[in-house]
């Protein structure tokens, strides 16, 4: 059994290490035994916008959030960060929620293991 925290900076796109994280985050997710909770800080935060529109055939990271989220897995949103990048507490993907600092600090001491993206 574990306990993972995954704390994602990059944007939803242009970069892929929002992407693996959340390859990683759902796989993990996916495992008995496994417990998964999810930070996105910075311009990560966009990662939770709904309405996420990508050509076909292209990784939806909205689509990736919210089968994360289907296996267990817990996701904070900086809301600092969404206040700067405009997103509401109405937009945001289905599952995942307005986070702070706070709850941060609390997953960074409950997990067994972090890792940063």
Request: some cysteine; glycine content about 12%; charged content about 25%.
């Amino acid at each position: 059994m574990g306990k993972t925290l995954l704390i994602l900076n990059d944007p939803p796109y242009g970069t892929e290490r929002s992407y693996n994280a959340l390859r990683l985050a759902g796989s993990l997710s996916k495992r008995q035994g496994e417990e998964v909770k999810v930070f996105l800080i910075g311009d990560a935060a966009s990662c939770a916008k709904a309405g996420q529109k990508v050509p076909q055939g292209y990784y939806n990271v909205e689509t990736m959030l919210r089968a994360t989220v289907r296996h267990g897995a817990e996701i904070g949103v900086c809301g600092s960060c969404m206040d700067a990048r405009g997103v509401g507490d109405g937009e945001l993907v289905e599952g995942t929620h307005r986070s702070n600092m706070e709850q941060l600090t609390d997953w960074t001491q409950w997990a067994d293991k972090a890792l940063v993206f």
